[in-house]
């Protein structure tokens, strides 16, 4: 029977769904239109073609509105708008929870594709229906992601705008049956609380955007073989290129930064499948845009750009196959879950990978290179090798990053590496030690023919700076600092030493020249501030009460400081823990840092941090640091460990902590927050009648003592006794202690007996644990950072003027 | 040519290395028994925590060290140390993974994985809590 549900809004969903199949439909007629006027330069198909996209852009941004407009209405009959979004989330996170899901995120892809779409088809001239062709086909895939229909009993895509009683887990509930459901349900499940916060409203469109123009070098190249003008298509796809490269990097450094603000790990890069999956297409994009920077001076590397441009929208669409199958599930923490679609994310990309390598090879013959050899000393032979480091890098990191996809094609059972950070820093710093020293000379050649008199003049000068500044440094990093450090040291100075003599010498006044000097200068502070804070960052958090475990096995890194009792030197600091806040779901720990003057001795207090814990029921407790930043270094500050009152529970619980059970011997001793319990043996002769215990009633008590701080002494004896073939247990307590003693087991065979001690909640000192890490040096990475962006935005706005010109 | 061939030679020699090393440094998902006969090697062990069995983390004696049981996808229960101040909200993990070796009757672990249910976006609890109003 149909049940009339009471208050539900379909109709936005059914405009929504109806929207879906049209941008669909639209989007495969665009291309297929696009591809007939390249074809027939029919000028009528490239209206055809340039109407569908509009539909296709038109539906895709209907479906986006309404996803925002049920979200603001609460529409929780909607399942997307329950799972994300609840009323009392802030307006201001409305965007994180719109891309939160996979469905959202798809369409925030799409969105760039059709802002992207919209500028191409203007802009590209007699390129645009071989361009725009493959970017309608790449909406094509994309919008069947979010189609949710099934089709010969395999379901394409999920639909974002599915009803929550149409989810199968919910259709089974009663609940569902009542005609008013809705009025049952309380609010909506929420945005994960890791995610309220600024970095991921700006992080994940960043990302997405440069996601999305990568796409515009693949669609160029293969419209360059598809016209067979092979070079053509490498001048007015060079801007877009290098935009990419730009935004990309960006997306990229604000994940770091992210991780680095409010992320537990302590630091800004921990290797994660995650984070692999987009630093590898920046890597091979970076790749690219340098190779085609040759092929436009030379005209020699024709087949590595179309090759290169290829490669990075794969591995595009491999990042997001990595990160959206669920198959990172047990490597990667921040991965999305598994919604059935890595079939067809499979289909996707091995679609273009294939259309790129059958052109490729229908067109080999054109392709033949008959350029001459590049010269020793010119400019694109060392490009090239610099090109060949970035690509040697970007596959170890992919093949590292594979092995969940290795274990599934093969059937292994590889896990990553133990030591992961390791394991990429043996591979990755020989790489950023060459990519420096190459960038370093790279511009000091010419293309074609360099005079090495003039070369060696140029570099040597900021060669032996480089070396004498690594000298010095090594009065403070220390004899036993590592040599690959010392190196990449060195030539991540000489490469920003080299191209600010060649930025003063070469450019001169021209700015908008210099484009390129100021971002390679930001790369390679970017690596020497990596190096430094990384290397050289100390934990001054010491716990020196542990055995050292080896190197393995980093156990002396947290400490334990208790309320306006502890201070604890770390460092150069004194520090203190003076209270906590709770405000909202935030428990703020204030955690005072004081300096000792020279000359009294006095301490006084330099700052005081809030790292606070996030109570979050749902996905549990999220620790967040705080840190506080100087000029040259930064003290991060993270609870580890706090106790947090629960309010629910029985009497009982919120008296007691849970209980300590220990498997016991005699002589054997429990150690309480006031005293020591020792087992002194077992007492098999109990009186009956004063324990009221029941005649037959089989019995044995463990004697203890306790003994507390001041050394005074209890004894207690809790009871373990078999009564009509059951187990009981008879508890005892020392109220002075607050102590409660339960004997509850006997394992016949070894004679153990087990113990549970349970403590009063206020026996417990007011404590946190937490870490302390000092990282000096990292403004040099996020200088390099802004300076990367910057200097290839110059170089961006450069090329696009040219091209337009 | 000449060149482009030696370099050819030089990526794939590379390559080669990348992957050898991928396969001698990681590390492998197993069991408590395989780990058992291999004490000094490093393994992943995935497996459930045991909720009956006791919990403890004394940071007044040691903040770096919380031990509890847990039982592997083969069933065999065993004491794990983690030298780690005990992670928030350890109690509403479902699967773990625990990375380290054996050390005679225990499992000595340097870090952790812990899956909450929750995390991926399963809905029974939040349906469960539902169907209680």
């Given amino acids: ?805 | 040519m000449k060149n482009k061939h030696i370099i050819a030679i030089v990526v794939i020699a590379i390559s080669i290395a990348a992957i050898l090393s991928t396969v001698a440094d990681s590390s492998t998902y197993a069991s408590f028994a395989t780990a058992l006969k291999s004490p000094n090697k490093t393994f992943h062990v995935v497996g459930l925590l045991v909720r009956e069995r006791p919990q403890e983390y004394n940071p007044e004696v040691d903040a770096d060290l919380f031990t509890f049981y847990m039982k592997d996808m083969e069933g065999i229960e065993k004491k794990v140390l983690l030298h780690m101040a005990r992670p928030q909200d350890f109690e509403k993990s479902e699967q773990i993974v625990v990375i380290g070796k054996m050390e005679g009757d225990e499992f000595v672990a340097h870090d952790i994985l812990m899956k909450c249910p929750s995390k991926y976006n399963d809905p029974k609890s939040e349906i469960e809590s539902m169907s209680r109003n």
């Fill in chain 1, 1 to 805: 029977m149909e049940i009339a549900y009471i208050g539900e809004q379909l109709f936005w969903g059914k405009i929504g769904n109806f929207l879906i199949m049209l941008g669909f439909t639209s989007a495969l007629l665009s291309g297929l239109s696009y591809l007939a006027a390249l074809r027939t330069g029919d000028s009528s198909w490239k209206k055809l073609a340039r109407g569908a996209f509009g539909i296709h852009a038109v539906s895709i941004l209907g479906v986006i509105g309404i996803i925002f407009y049920l979200i603001i209405q609460h529409r929780f009959e909607y399942l997307y708008v329950w799972e994300h979004s609840s009323t009392t989330m802030p307006l201001r996170y409305i965007f994180s929870c719109f891309w939160e899901g996979q469905e959202g995120s798809f369409l925030l892809w799409m969105f760039w594709h059709i802002i992207l779409g919209a500028i191409l088809m203007f802009r590209t001239g007699e390129w645009e229906s071989g361009v725009m062709s493959i970017m309608a086909l790449v909406q094509v895939f994309l919008t069947s992601m979010i189609l949710g229909v099934i089709v010969l009993g395999q379901k394409i895509g999920t639909n974002p705008f599915v009803l929550l009683r149409e989810h199968p887990e919910f259709a089974k509930l009663p609940f569902i049956k009542f005609p008013d459901y809705l009025n049952r349900i309380e609010d909506g499940r929420g945005l994960n609380p890791l995610l309220q916060n600024y970095w991921m409203t700006i992080h994940p469109p960043t990302l997405f955007m440069g996601f999305a123009l990568t796409v515009v070098p693949f669609a160029f190249a293969l419209t360059g073989l598809l016209r067979r003008k092979y070079s053509e298509w490498i001048k007015p796809a060079l801007p877009w290129t290098f935009l990419a490269i730009m935004i990309l990097g960006t997306g990229i450094l604000m994940g770091a930064a992210w991780a680095y603000e409010s992320l537990s790990f302590g630091g800004f890069w921990a290797w994660d499948p995650v984070e692999n999956a987009s630093l590898v297409p920046w890597m091979t994009l970076t790749a690219l845009g340098h190779v085609m920077l040759i092929q436009k001076h030379r005209g020699n590397a024709i087949i590595s750009s179309i090759v290169l441009a290829s490669i990075t929208f794969f591995f595009i669409l491999y990042s997001t196959f990595l990160t959206r199958s669920g198959i990172l599930g047990d490597s990667s923490v921040h991965s999305f879950t598994d919604l059935g679609m890595s079939g067809q994310l499979v289909i996707y990309m091995l679609f273009f990978l294939v259309l790129a390598m059958v052109l490729m090879f229908i067109r080999r013959k054109d392709l033949k290179d008959n350029s001459p050899e590049e010269q020793f000393a010119s400019r694109e032979f060392w490009m090239f090798i610099g090109i060949l480091v970035l690509v040697i890098g970007s596959l170890q990191i992919t093949f590292t990053t594979s092995t969940p996809v290795i274990n599934k094609l093969f059937g292994t059972k590889l896990a990553p590496p133990a030591d992961v950070i390791d394991h990429y820093n043996r591979w990755q710093i020989p790489v950023a030690i060459l990519l420096c020293l190459l960038i370093g000379i790279g511009q000091h050649f010419k293309y074609k023919q360099t005079d090495w008199n003039q070369f060696i003049k140029n570099v040597v000068p900021s060669a032996i700076a480089s070396l004498v500044i690594t000298l010095i440094s090594a009065i403070f990093l220390g004899i036993d600092y590592p040599v690959p450090y010392y190196i990449l040291l060195f030539a991540s100075v000489f490469a920003v030493l080299a191209n600010l003599s060649y930025m003063i010498k070469v450019t001169g006044t021209k700015f908008n020249k210099a484009g390129s000097s100021i971002a390679h200068i930001g790369f390679a502070l970017l690596l020497c501030g990596a190096l430094i804070s990384n290397s050289k960052k100390e934990i001054i958090s010491r716990n020196l009460k542990n055995v050292d475990l080896g190197k393995d096995f980093p156990n002396k890194e947290n400490i334990l400081i208790e309320h306006k009792k502890d201070t604890l030197p770390m460092g150069e600091y004194y520090v203190t823990y003076a209270g906590k806040v709770q405000e909202g779901i935030h428990i703020y720990y204030n955690i005072e840092y004081f300096k000792a003057d020279e000359q009294t001795g006095e301490k006084k207090k330099v700052f005081e941090l809030a790292p606070f814990i996030q109570l979050n029921e749902r996905m549990g407790n999220v620790a967040e640091p705080a840190t506080k930043h100087y000029l040259t270094k930064d003290i991060y500050t993270h609870i580890t460990y706090a106790e947090i009152e629960k309010k629910d529970g029985s009497n009982e619980d919120e008296v007691y902590q849970s209980p300590t059970v220990m498997e016991m011997a005699i002589g054997d001793t429990i150690i309480t927050s006031n005293s020591f319990v020792i087992l002194e043996g077992l007492d098999k002769n109990i009186d009956h009648e004063s324990n009221h215990l029941h005649d037959m009633d089989i019995a044995v008590g463990a004697k203890l003592r306790v003994e507390d701080v001041n050394k005074t002494q209890y004894k207690t004896l809790p009871l373990f006794l078999i009564r009509d073939y059951t187990m009981f247990h008879q508890d005892t307590e020392i109220p002075e202690l607050g102590l409660k003693f339960s004997f509850q087991k006997i394992d016949p065979v070894s004679g153990k007996v087990e113990i549970s001690v349970r403590e009063k909640k206020s026996n417990k000192r007011n404590f946190v644990i937490m870490k302390a890490i000092i990282f000096p040096g990292i403004n040099i990475l996020w200088t390099g950072c802004i300076l990367m962006v910057i200097g290839t935005a110059i170089a961006v706005r450069k090329r696009f003027s040219k091209s337009l010109s």
